[in-house]
């Protein structure tokens, strides 16, 4: 199979997520690198019309959303009716898909911290991102403490969860540019170190594209 190209870059953990999984599922997958991130021409995003990454690019066809675009790799692979990749939508009890709601938002907190504060040097005590940080942290705390019954529920055996590569990204992502201290979530910390013995965590560190 040829491989697929995504647009997206190194240091983002949504491009991450879909870099894990297809590597999981032994898709070959070329990143083509943003090398601006205040771009303002959506070519430069792949075609993403709200200048967003990463973009999955499947034929002339253009995918956007990372939970998508892990549900059109699992298509992909031939994996769709396959009980051992659990996707987002497989999630049945309701504390498992608030779970991943808040593993969503608190990576959606994070770029928004880094587009306003790091990269647009907005004020980092403007009530906006005050608030943000503190929605940050209460919910890695929230996940923090449920994420031994959130995993326990998550249907077994399995080979790959959406919800675990996007946790897993969101802990990581916290350690490489840090905006709240991972010390106060020693569950998470744990359950990402053995995540990251992955040779798919292993091959996509994050790092800065030049
Ligand atoms: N809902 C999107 C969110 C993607 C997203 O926020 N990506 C970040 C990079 S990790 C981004 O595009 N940042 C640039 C910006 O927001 O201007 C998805 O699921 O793919």
New binding site residues.
Partial sequence: MNALRLT??S?????RVVRIVAHELKLPLELNV?VD??SLDVKD?GG?P?????TLHVGDAAL??????CNRLVELAGRADDPRIVRSGHLTTDLQRSAQELV?HA??V???L??GVRIAKLPAENAFFVKARLGLHGAMKWLDERLDVVLAALPAPRDLSVFEVSLFCLVEHVEFRPMVPLDDFPNLRAFAKQFGVRESAQLTPYRADR
């Fill in positions: 997206g870059r240091g983002s953990h949504f491009t943003v991130l205040m995003y993403h709200a200048f967003k990454i990463p956007f959303g990372t939970d998508n675009i969503w990576m959606s994070q770029v928004q880094i587009i």
